[in-house]
T-cell receptor
């Protein structure tokens, strides 16, 4: 099936550092989404991107929809312990329903206090 | 309800047994989705329901998996003759509808999942 390549797979960072993760695909998507999953919980939507080149912020989080529409990245600035969790990217092709969302394998973020 | 509710939260079963996992979506949400999350993997789409339309079953991995949604609300995912590779967290999500802009009530809201362990 279609794949989204998400990297890095995991990362350990020092509190206060900035974090960057990305998602790439060989296919074009019309919507990119970033979710966070806390331990024992379901994923929660952080940011939705709808246009190529779009840059959107949500607090300390910033995500961009790549110009080629085949990639997206998520940045977290000044990380804090509660940023721990798994971050998933997801892509949706034009005209598709949300049942056609394709998820990356996730980036597991661990913060050293 | 206020959120998507799934039960049981944990289920341990023996290989070959059947299991049923239940999902109560947010009231008024017409779209309901089931995903499987295996260790270290992303979310694997299984099936989704939109209103009274025929469900999209394209993600079900085998004929041992089935799901139904009664009365447009509660959904049950059934796994027959469970195998060890079925061990995973099964996540349910709902949204107001499956199509349209992903914002507001149309954002997928996930439950906490049902963790299935097949011995």
């Amino acid at each position: 099936g279609q794949q989204l390549n998400q990297s890095p797979q995991s990362m350990f960072i020092q509190e206060g550092e900035d974090v960057s993760m990305n998602c790439t695909s060989s296919s074009i998507f019309n919507t990119w989404l970033w979710y966070k999953q806390d331990p024992g919980e379901g994923p929660v939507l952080l940011i939705a991107l709808y246009k190529a080149g779009e840059l959107t912020s949500n607090g300390r989080l910033t995500a961009q929809f790549g110009i080629t529409r085949k990639d997206s990245f998520l940045n977290i600035s000044a990380s804090i312990p509660s940023d721990v969790g798994i971050y998933f990217c997801a892509g949706l092709k034009g005209g598709g329903s949300q049942g056609n969302l394709i998820f990356g394998k996730g980036t597991k973020l661990s913060v050293k206090p | 309800g206020a959120g998507v509710s799934q039960s049981p939260s944990n289920k341990v079963t023996e290989k070959g047994k059947d299991v049923e996992l239940r999902c109560d979506p947010i009231s008024g949400h017409t779209a309901l989705y089931w995903y499987r999350q295996s260790l270290g993997q992303g979310l694997e789409f299984l099936i989704y329901f939109q209103g009274n339309s025929a469900p999209d079953k394209s993600g079900l991995p085998s004929d041992r998996f089935s799901a139904e949604r009664t009365g447009g609300s509660v959904s049950t995912l059934t796994i027959q003759r469970t195998q060890q590779e079925d061990s995973a967290v099964y996540l349910c999500a709902s949204s107001r509808r499956a199509t349209g802009a992903i914002s507001g009530a149309n954002v997928l809201t996930f439950g906490a999942g049902s963790r299935l362990t097949v011995l």
